[in-house]
């Protein structure tokens, strides 16, 4: 992807006409179907854009075919942090961020997610003075054992606006304390691009090129550290997925974080590894499987917004909507309990339904709130949480 990228300077020069200069940040997968809606509804309403990645993700099946697919330009500006452990990572994109920020001069970042890299862009920004806006904000697994529920809790924290995808992600950010006026129910970004994509996703191809019949498979992704990174909770949950298998055949786009185990432990009969998705092969294979099971966030959201059946390898989720109101079942990481909750969602499909505003104008509810003029005089800033009584 580096090739592709523009290392010029956009974002440097006189604003044009006054238009906001807003910095938005991508870093990994599942940023760039999230950040594409937000950067065109701010096009269109005239703000100047500079687009930044992170380089936390750089492979071409887990970078480049998503800018293609999605058809993002080039990023304006490229940090190529690469891999490392969560302070190497964490600490390199703020170390490059900060004078980035020194020269562009934003009035805004935004941050969407809850990688290391929107933490860090986060902390960087808070710091440096442009307003700061977290898209998907308000998320809670309430598991403190997850990166991620750092990223989101941290990330909030020094945020001025709140964009958040559901009203249960409101509530937990009014239950932690934050301002009404820094709080904005917007809806999901992510099924911002999947409606924008799913037409051309179903013309692609992917089922065909695979072999699969619609409705006669199941799509499998796992990723979490919690999930991949112990031989033998991967162990546990190939042997349950293997069962499953026996009744509805698996396949399983492999995260280059689990290639290594899987190839070491192997995989039962009837469950197919294949290398990671692009994003209109993956929206195309979720959208034809008979059920998905996965550790993932956004197929969570995405399953939900397709009405697939979706069974969740993991004991809690930070989108609870899913499941009170979409098609998503909790099986945490027991394989009997896994094995028995994919045979219940088999026989009897939990019944399609969509959340509120997840109706693909997020992008441009997330532009409102931004380039409001009438808030320009009050804006927000961080709330002072109340202190806890002693
Ligand atoms: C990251 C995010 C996670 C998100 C996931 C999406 C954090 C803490 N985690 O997890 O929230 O759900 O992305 O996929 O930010 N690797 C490659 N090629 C790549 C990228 C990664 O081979 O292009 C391998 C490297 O060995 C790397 C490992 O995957 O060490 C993990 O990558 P990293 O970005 O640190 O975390 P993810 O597990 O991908
Ligand atoms: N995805 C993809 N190919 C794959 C697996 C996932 O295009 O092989 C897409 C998926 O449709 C969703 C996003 O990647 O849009 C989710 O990213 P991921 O599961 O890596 O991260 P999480 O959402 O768990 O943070």
Not at 87 to 99: D, H, I, L, S
Not at 153 to 176: H, I, K, Q
Not at 231 to 244: I, N, Q, R
Not at 301 to 312: D, H, I, N, R
Request: proline share 8%; aromatic share 4%.
């Amino acid at each position: 992807m580096a090739a592709t990228m523009n290392s010029g300077t956009a974002g440097s020069g006189p604003r044009s006409g006054g238009a906001a200069r807003i910095v938005c940040v991508a870093g990994a997968r599942p940023n760039y179907m999230k950040i594409k809606p937000v950067m065109d509804a701010l096009e269109r309403r005239g703000a100047e854009v500079v687009l930044v990645h992170t380089g936390q993700h750089y492979d071409e099946s887990m970078n480049g075919v998503f800018f293609r697919d999605l058809g993002i330009r080039p990023p304006d500006r490229f940090l190529g942090v690469g891999s490392g452990t969560h302070a190497e990572q964490t600490g390199r994109v703020m170390a490059a961020f900060e004078p980035l920020l020194a020269e562009t001069a934003p009035d805004a970042v935004v941050v969407v997610g809850d990688i290391n890299s929107t933490v860090a862009c986060a902390l960087v920004t808070a710091k440096a003075g442009p307003l700061l806006a977290h898209v998907e904000a308000g998320l809670r697994s309430r598991d403190w054992t997850m990166p991620e529920e750092v990223n989101r809790v941290v990330t909030d924290r020094v945020s001025d606006y709140l964009l958040a995808p559901s009203p249960d992600a409101a509530a937990n950010l009014r239950a932690e304390g934050y301002r009404e006026d820094q709080i904005h129910v917007v809806g999901n970004v992510m099924i911002d691009s999947l409606l924008a994509n799913l037409d051309r996703a179903r013309r692609g191809g992917a089922l065909e090129q695979l072999g699969l019949t619609p409705g006669e498979y199941g799509l499998v992704t796992l990723h979490r550290p919690a999930n991949v990174d112990d031989p033998e909770v991967l162990t546990g949950l190939l042997k349950a997925l293997g069962e499953v298998a026996s009744r509805c055949p698996l396949v399983l786009p492999v995260h280059p974080r689990a290639a290594d185990r899987l190839a070491d432990l192997g995989v039962p009969g009837g469950l197919r590894l294949v290398p990671p998705a692009g994003y209109l092969d993956f929206i195309a294979l979720q959208d034809s499987a008979r059920i998905v099971l996965t550790d993932s966030g956004g197929v969570q959201e995405e399953t939900t917004a397709l009405g697939v059946p979706c069974v969740t390898l993991r004991d809690n989720t930070e989108r609870p909507v899913t499941v009170e109101q979409g098609t998503n079942v909790l099986a945490g990481r027991d394989p009997e309990r896994i094995v028995a909750t994919a045979h219940a969602v088999l026989d009897d499909p939990p019944a399609p339904r969509r959340p509120e505003l997840w109706d693909g104008r997020a992008g441009e509810r997330i532009a409102e709130v931004l380039l409001d003029r009438d808030a320009a005089t009050g804006r927000p800033r961080p709330t002072d949480l109340p202190v806890p009584a002693t």
